[in-house]
């Protein structure tokens, strides 16, 4: 009898201690891995997403920046933390897509991660120094197609964005080319107004004010609706080359395995803070464009991500584009 009422006080103790003990979910800081530096976009769109959700979620939510290898490093890290819902992962279509094309990563980009939500999307520009004598995209075809050993077109490194686009773009008119790599986007974009290159592909939210200051020229936005930060600029449809649709969207993922009731929660904590008008004017402000609700689902960012490795991958490989 003594031995059945020890075991009897252990177990109440044991299940009075376990039950204290689990706190509802969440009860400490959460972190978003920033794939790059820290003043950059990404960054800047996860520190604006941090301070909505700590408000929903009613703890505070740290931005943390892990670089390298493209944001392969970040995406890695993410991957191989514990899927309790304390650790998220932001990144786009060059961290999250060409990436796995690019580099032999040790991880799987759509099985090693739970999608949370697709919070952005920035399309691309096809832009020039103003010197082209070509004014629209009629005039700039031709004009490339003549001109091809001569023409410069610059890019953001070999495997960046701009680089990927450009293949996209040159394949779509037929014409192939060498390009002139940069260290970044930055450092091309004053490569480009300086005149040392013609030709460039870049998001909409870092050339508008170059563009309306008459430093560079404009000819489409890869997307299927003027953008309502520079409406003057035809979409590509518009433009005489339909369905050249590249952008640069933003999502954030989980590690694989995160219980269902606090993906949910995570979901919604982003969904909330797209609603926030702060950080709609600042995306706005940014050139990115909030998907609409129903885009918003974990469902419909993890078809997007599929949809887009699906697309990239084959151009990636057929213009031979790797790591050194």
Known sequence: MKALL??????????????????????????IIVPYSAGGPTDTLARLLSEPMRRFLGQTVVVENVTGAGGSI????????????????????????????????????LTDLDPIAMIATNPQLVIS???????????LIPWIKANKDKILFGTGGVGASSHIAGVYF????????????????????QALLSGEFDLYMTQIS??????RAGKLRAYLVTAKTRQAIAPEIPTTDEAGLPGLHTAIWHGIWAPKGVPRDINMKLNAAVVEA???????KRFADLGQEIPPRN???????????????????PIMRAAGIKAE
Not at 184 to 189: L, V
């Open 206 to 211: 870092g050339a508008v004010a170059h563009i």
């Open 6 to 31: 020890k075991v009897c006080a252990f177990a109440l103790t044991f299940g009075l201690v376990s039950t204290s003990s689990a706190q509802p979910w969440p009860s400490r800081p959460l972190t």
């Open 170 to 189: 040159l394949d779509r008119i037929g014409v192939k080319m060498e390009f002139v790599p940069y260290r970044g986007g930055a450092p091309a974009m």
């Open 74 to 109: 970040a995406t890695g890290r993410v991957v191989r933390s514990t899927p309790d819902g304390y650790t998220l992962g932001i990144g786009h279509w060059g961290s999250h897509v060409t990436n796995g094309a690019y580099y032999n990563l040790p991880f799987d980009l």
């Open 129 to 139: 120094k103003p010197s082209v004598p070509a004014k629209n995209l009629k005039e």
């Open 295 to 313: 885009e918003q689902t974990q469902q419909a960012l993890a078809v997007h991500h599929k949809a887009e490795i699906d697309k990239w991958w």
């Open 274 to 280: 797209l609603t926030d008008d702060v950080l709609r």
